[in-house]
Structure formats: C-alpha cells, structure tokens
C-alpha cells in the first residue's frame, strides 16, 4: 500500500522482478482478451518497454485500434477525485490521503468489444482549490467525471457550476458523468464493523473544506449523514445530459461502472473519423507524407550537434 | 502542518511564460511555490486569450483613465507597454472558439525552450505543429513559397552557378563559422552586406536568406547573431518534419505556461488567480520573510523570495528596486486580424518542394503526394491555384521595399493559424501582423500597406475582427546584474522576436532559477536541509550549498502509477 503516485523526478531502474510482473500482467491481458472481458488494467509502458520487443508489435496491432481518452475530473476539493481514479486503476484505497500532489495524468486501458480505449486520466493537481483551474486542463477532453459528496449538499452545487463551465468551455461532444462519492458514510454496514466509514471520513481531512470525521456510524444514523438525496442529484443528471452514478472509493461500488459506462457512450467512431480526417486533410501536403498532423516531441532527438563550437 | 499552510519559499506574482517556467522548476527542485496572478487568466504577456477576452483585454488598456475611479498599478504599468490601441467594435460570433496569443511565436526544434518541454513534462500535455510555409513577399513577384531545405535548393531552378555558391554559404553557415576567414572582421557587418561581398549572392537570395532564413527584422541585424539563428534553424529542420519550426496549438506559448504551472501544481505548487494583491511587506528586523495579504482571502502569504513580473510588483515594494539607469525600449507595432478565407500560397511545385526530406534528392513522387506536389512550374495557372491546397499555419515575410508605402529598411512579418491548431473555428484563421517601428511613427499609416497584402492574398476585403496595438520592450541596456536586495528577482521582458521568444524565455527562467536556488541556499538554509535531508542525513548549509540543483531532473514514469513500489 505505498504510494501510488510516483513522484516526478524519482527515477528507478527496472529490476528483474519488474519484469516478471511486465510478463505476468501483459498474460493477464492476453487472457481477457480472449474472454472478451470488457476492462482490463494494462499499462502502457509495460508494453513499449524495449525489453518486450515482442510485445511492441503486440501493442502495435492494438494501437491501430485503440483509441484515445482524455478524462478530466473536476469537483470541489476533498470530494474523493482521486481516491476514485486511484481505485479504478489500481483497485486500491488509502485512507488519509494527502491533497493531490505528484501525478500528471495516469493512464489505464479499458477494453470495449473490438477496440482498445485508452483513458489518459488528468487530475486537477489541486488547481481547483483557489478557482485558478486552466483552460488548458479541458482541452480536448472527451470525458469528465465530476465528483461530488453525497454528505455535502454544497459539493453538488459546486459539482453544477463545473458542469456548465464543462458546457461552456470543453468540446462539444464531452461525455460528462457525475459521481455522488463516499456512499459507504451513508450505508448502514452489514457486518457491524460501521467503524470502517470513520477512516473514510478522514480521507482528505487535511482540508479545511473536509468532511469533518464522524464517528462510528450503524443505520438510520448513516442515513441521517447522507445531505444529497439520489433522487434530486439524479434528476438534475437527467435534466443536464449527464451520466449519473454514486460511488464509494473506499468499497469500490461503482467505480468501476463509471468508466464503463462513459466508454459505452464516447463517440468512438467521430473520435477515429476525425482523427482520420484530420492525418487526410488537404493542410498537410506541405508535411513530408506519412507524418502526422501533430507532432509527438518526445519521440526524436536531436541530430547529432557535432556544429555545436565547445 | 496547518500552521505552515500560508509558509512558502517562494511567492511568484505573474503567470507569464518566464515566471511559469521558474514555477515549474522550482516546485520541482522541492521547494514550496505560491503563484499568483492579478489576471484571472495564465500567461501575463504571453497569454492566449478568445475573443471576448481579448477585446476586454484592449478595451482596459485603452478606456480613457478618467472613467476609471481607481486603478491598479497593474493597469497602469500595462497601459503604457500597450499603447495605440483599436479594435473593432462588433466581436464576431463563437468567440470562445478562438484562442489567439498576445506573443505569437514559432518554436526552433532544437533548443533550450524544446529541451525543457520534453525535459518537465510539459510536451505531453499539449500538442504542436509544423510551421507549414514560410513565404516571401515582393510586389513584382507576389507571394513565393521559400525553399525548406538543401533538397529543396536542388531542385530548384537556380542557375548551377547560383546553386554552388549557395551550397558553399550553406556549408559555411552549418559549420564553425566562428573561426572562420569569411566571418573574421565582419561580425558586426549587416548581414544582407555581408552575403553581398563574401558570397556573391544574387539580390533575391540574399533576401530570402536574411530575412525569411534568419528572420532578421531590418537590414541593419548584425552577422554573428543572425548566422547563429540560422545554424539553429538549420539543425532544427527535420527533427520533427522538413520544417525547423513548430507552432504550438491553441494559441502556443500562454498554453504552454499552463502547462509549466500544472508542472509545478502537480509538485505541489499553490495557484490564486484573479486575486489583488493588497500588500506585500518586505523582509525586515521584525520579520524575516515577505508577507502578502491577498484581497478576499482568509490568511497572509509568507515566503522568504520574492519573483515577480515588473507590472506585477505592488507600488510599495517598486522603491526597493535598484532601477537600472538606461533602458533601451524597442517598439513593436502589431495587429491581430481574423479572417474567413485562408492566404493562397502558389502551390508547392515539385522543382521547390517542402515536402522533401532534407536528405532525399530525388523528386517528390506524386503517389505520395496530393494536388499541389503534381502540379510542374509551367501550369502556375489561376486554377492551380484554386486546387492549391489550403494552408493552415504559416509566416509571410515582407522585406524591406516589398510592399508600396511599407518601410524601406525594416521587415514586416504575417503568421497565421487556423482551426489546425485549434486557435480558430474550421474556416477561421489568425493573422499576426507586425512591424518594428520607432517613436513617433504613425502605426497605423506603417501597418496599413501590409494588411491590405495579407487580405488581398486572401482574398478578403475586410478582417471579421481586428486589434491594433503598440507593444513598447525594456531593456536594460548595461548587461551588469543588478543587486537584489531584499531578495526580489524581477523578471525580464521578452523580445518581440517571433522564433528567438522562446529560447530567450527559457534562458531567462533557468538563469532565475539559478539565482534564486543560490539565494536560498546561501540564506535560507533550512529550506534546503529540509528538501535534502532525507537523501543527505542532514548537516549545514555550507555542505548542501556544493550541490547542483538540476532545472529539471529526470522524469519519474507517473504512467505507472498504480503499481505497488
């Protein structure tokens, strides 16, 4: 259970063991594959590694096909954004959270019928904090997930004014889901072990906007927490073209749902066409043919600068 | 923790793409960053901005001050590096679909500035294209595409003699010229003279080498620094594509100071947009740090560096600055037009192609090519034209003496994008039009004669939308550095340069972050045991002052995230 994000600028060498796990989960992979699972995790690395030169070409035949998806998660901060991308993809909780600190974007497959989706998942980096959100961070997102917390009536307001800055600024076509979080606070608990929602109400606490921490919840008293009905979150989702969830990070319930759910509804084939139609369009003769319209800048260095005068 | 919610090492104020590189460097190197900003947009003078924002943008600048009942020193200061402003009335529809840059700029492939975007991160959030034509204007013979590469002068229909010569100033130009018997003397010679004398090189080529090559502003820019950008430009081309530039979408550089503060946001940096800065108290003997008290906002700042744009600096702490005594001002006038018809560039004809590598000598293969590549230089027919494939993102060079009633001695520029870069609607492009002029001159009468170029290549009678303005730059004119104290970096203006923005703004923020890691090391010493201590074990300052803090260590793979470590 250690940290999840890595932390820009630690850079660790892969070791043996490393590799093994390449091997075990890119297996793994083939194996859904063939049950026609509809999510798998994959990570992108594992298969560009140039240790796997195999599995490139691998990733090449699926790379064909896949597509991919910026998703951005928006909500006011503590509401559980990251505690829920962190249990999507790495089927993980962490009570205690820190504010988001460390993670550019991660990335996770999702595997949908024939095609590869490929979520490039960006985080507000805590941005959100003093509204000074960049225009840069929706561009061109194809998918949002707006969290709220269904124990704070005031996070669903906030959770509306994103959705209509998402309506007004993002492209057109932006599937949007809104997510009620922390479920779990308001469920009364099965097995009697109610104590395990107060770790959850603890999560981001270090926020002064944070739930404060609840104790030991059973019952009706869980209801009692619970300040956004689903019923009023579902029919302004209705109302607003939203996909709508509740979700608990901490248990995992609908999680998973969220995502499926907002691959089912991208608009797959626009994404490929537009993409196509852009590498065909009349714009790039001057581009020395088989380059793509935009330009990937990590992908060559430099000529030799033997001209360089040192 | 709590009570060092409002501690930082360093408090920014400005966005703009200097200040953002910095932030993202620092947050980086582990120090604590708050960055503010008095615009609720990122990027200062380097922004992007759509349509509505940019006429409001204008309208602040030039609304008469006496309709104002108070205003900020911000607006003062801005007000007087933008003058001369108008814009048209009526903002055309999809405003917000526009993203046009206040600093438009091509990016050399190889360089400081693309070094550090691959090097923070900051290339994988945004996206880039190739600059696709660089034209050349003169008024016998109209618009000309320019040659991309040493292929390219192959193929073209330069006598052999020409080409020869040309090859051999190509040879020079890519090699150590510094030492060299040509360059020896003449250093400081302009440098269309000097192509003149050393390499015989006829009048047409000379132009287009200077100022569509090199990208000089008049006839007067000195050999050296010119030939230096050209080596650049040269052993840019082809890392990317045939051309040596890149064009940054949705406007470039503001969204790339984005990037560069989500750089530093994801390393824990605190952003606070759109919020005055009342007060900022500098360090003295009751208190050791800057304490800033923010409009709105529950707590004061503390921070023991201050960095910040010239405009930006509160009044109070503008005395504490050692001025320097001259400053050189250079004056840019500029327009921003939208129009709906894109400039029509004769085709790329196989003889001149730019589709060619810079390797690949042997003519363009048409199965590889669309309209533009078949065509052969006799059919320069108004069909061909008609068939000509639209341009999307490029510049238009007007050297001196090209235009009728434009300058004798100095160069106007034309760069243009479109919806391929996301700064306008499909069918919508962006013209930058600009022109070094002096105090005094009618800018208005100097622009002029350019505009109406562009719109007649384009086929329009009038811009949808248009912006004039002067941008007034500060130098200052002795190179000796001024003395920080109490510990305020002040960062520099950026040359209106459209290929040099970029590089200069990435030196400018590494020679920053040099200064300010120095500073903190030598003062702070705490701040930086704190950073190490972890990896060091702890000691004294004097231990940790001996080492190097890299601008930007190596990348972590954040994309595997998710893996137990």
Redesign the interface.
């Known amino acids: 259970?250690?940290?999840?994000?890595?932390?820009?600028?630690?850079?660790?060498s892969p070791s043996p063991l490393w590799a093994h796990?390449r091997l075990s989960l890119l297996a793994d992979f083939l194996t859904s594959l063939a049950h026609h699972c509809i999510i798998h995790?994959l990570?992108?690395?594992d298969l560009q590694s140039p240790q796997l030169p195999q599995w490139q070409a691998l990733h090449l035949a699926l790379q064909t096909r896949s597509v991919q998806v910026k998703l951005v998660l928006l909500g006011e901060a503590a509401v559980g954004k990251s505690s829920i991308v962190l249990r999507f993809?790495?089927k993980e909780f962490q009570p205690n959270k820190e504010p988001t600190?460390?993670?550019?974007?991660?990335?996770?497959k999702c595997l949908l019928e024939d095609r590869v989706l490929r979520y490039e998942i960006w985080d507000t980096?805590?941005?959100e904090?003093?509204?000074?959100l960049?225009?840069?961070?929706y561009?061109?997102a194809q998918a949002a997930v707006v969290v709220y917390d269904v124990t704070k009536a005031a996070s669903l307001e906030k959770a509306k004014t994103w959705v209509k800055e998402l309506q007004?600024?993002a492209n057109p076509n932006i599937v949007i889901a809104l997510a009620g979080n922390k479920i779990d606070l308001v469920q009364s608990s099965p097995s009697g072990s109610g104590s395990s929602s107060a770790a959850e109400s603890e999560d981001e606490a270090?926020d002064a906007t944070a739930t404060p921490g609840e104790a030991a919840t059973s019952g009706a008293e869980a209801e009692n927490l619970r300040q956004v009905p689903r019923e009023e979150a579902q029919a302004y989702a209705q109302e607003a073209g939203l996909l709508f969830f509740e979700t608990s990070a901490k248990t995992g319930e609908g999680v998973t749902e969220v995502f499926t759910e907002i691959a089912k509804n991208i608009p797959i084939e626009s994404i490929l066409a537009s993409s196509r139609g852009a590498a065909g369009?009349?714009?790039?003769?001057?581009?020395?043919?088989g380059?793509q319209?935009?330009?990937n800048?990590?992908?060559?260095q430099?000529?030799s600068?033997d001209?360089c005068?040192c | 923790m709590s009570d060092l919610e409002g501690n930082f090492d360093v408090i920014i104020l400005g966005t703009g793409l200097v200040e953002s590189i910095a932030a993202a460097a620092l947050s980086k190197a582990g120090f604590k960053v708050a960055h503010l900003d008095n615009n609720s947009y990122y990027g200062g003078d380097e922004a992007n901005l759509t349509l509505d924002e940019l006429a409001r943008w204008a309208d602040n600048r030039s609304t008469p001050l006496e309709k104002y009942e108070k205003i900020s020193s911000y607006l003062v200061a801005q007000r007087t590096k933008f003058t001369s402003i108008t814009r048209s009335s009526a903002v055309p529809d999809h405003a917000r679909h526009y993203s046009i840059s206040l600093a438009p700029s091509l990016i050399p492939s190889v360089g400081p500035f693309i070094s550090s975007l691959i090097a923070s991160g900051v290339s994988r959030y945004g996206g880039y294209r190739l600059l696709e034509r660089v034209g050349i204007y003169s008024s016998s013979k109209g618009l000309q595409n320019v040659p991309g590469s040493k292929g390219d002068i192959f193929k073209s229909t330069l006598s052999l003699i020409e080409k020869r010569r040309l090859m051999r100033f190509f040879k020079f130009a890519t090699g150590k010229f510094e030492s060299s018997n040509e360059l020896q003397g003449h250093e400081q010679t302009p440098f269309p003279e000097f192509l003149q004398s050393k390499f015989s090189l006829p009048q047409e080529i000379v132009d287009a080498i200077v100022y569509a090559l090199a990208f000089c502003a008049s006839t007067a820019d000195v050999t050296l620094h010119a030939l230096t950008r050209l080596r650049n430009y040269f052993q840019s081309a082809g890392r990317y594509g045939a051309s040596p530039f890149l064009v940054g979408h949705y406007g470039g550089l503001g969204e790339i100071a984005q990037g560069f503060c989500r750089v530093s946001a994801v390393n824990g940096g605190v952003y606070i947009l759109d919020k005055k800065t009342e007060d900022i108290t500098p360090p003295s003997t009751s208190a050791d740090k800057f304490v800033a008290h923010l409009a709105d906002f529950p707590s004061p700042l503390t921070a023991g560096v201050l960095i910040a744009a010239d405009d930006q600096l509160p009044e109070s702490l503008q005395p504490l600055l050692t001025k320097a005594q001259n400053t050189d001002e250079s004056l840019m006038a500029r327009c921003i037009a939208i129009i709906d018809q894109p400039i029509l560039f004769p085709p790329v004809l196989s003889s001149e192609g730019l589709s060619g590598d810079g390797v690949n000598f042997a003519p363009v293969s048409s199965g590889e090519e669309d309209a533009g590549g078949q065509s052969s230089a006799s059919t320069r027919l108004a069909s061909a034209l008609a068939e000509a494939p639209l341009v999307d993102t490029s510049i238009i060079i007007f050297p001196p003496c090209s235009v009728e009633g434009g300058s004798s001695i100095k160069v106007a520029q034309a760069f243009t994008t479109g919806a391929g870069t996301f700064s306008a609607p499909e069918g919508k492009y962006v013209v930058y039009v600009s022109i070094p002029i002096k105090d005094g001159e009618d800018p208005e009468a100097l622009m002029e004669p350019y505009l109406n170029t562009v719109f007649s290549l384009a086929s329009v009678s009038e811009p949808l939308f248009k912006v004039a303005y002067v941008q007034h730059i500060s130098f200052p004119s002795s190179s000796t550095p001024t003395i920080d104290l109490p510990p305020i970096f002040v960062t520099p203006a950026l040359p209106p340069h459209v290929a040099e923005i970029s590089d200069y703004a990435n030196s400018a923020a590494e020679s920053l972050f040099n200064r300010v890691v120095d500073h903190l090391k030598a003062k702070i010493p705490q701040a930086w045991t704190r950073e190490r201590s972890g990896e060091e074990g702890g000691g004294d300052g004097d231990v940790f002052a001996e080492i190097m803090v890299p601008m930007w260590p190596p990348l972590g793979d954040e994309e595997e995230a998710g893996e137990d470590e």
């Open positions: 259970m250690s940290a999840i994000y890595v932390k820009l600028g630690c850079v660790e796990r995790r990570f992108y690395h993809v790495s600190i460390g993670a550019a974007f991660l990335t996770q980096a805590g941005q904090r003093f509204h000074s960049a225009p840069m961070y561009r061109n007004r600024q270090d369009r009349p714009g790039t003769a001057g581009i020395r043919p380059t319209e935009s330009v800048l990590g992908e060559n430099p000529k600068r001209a005068n």
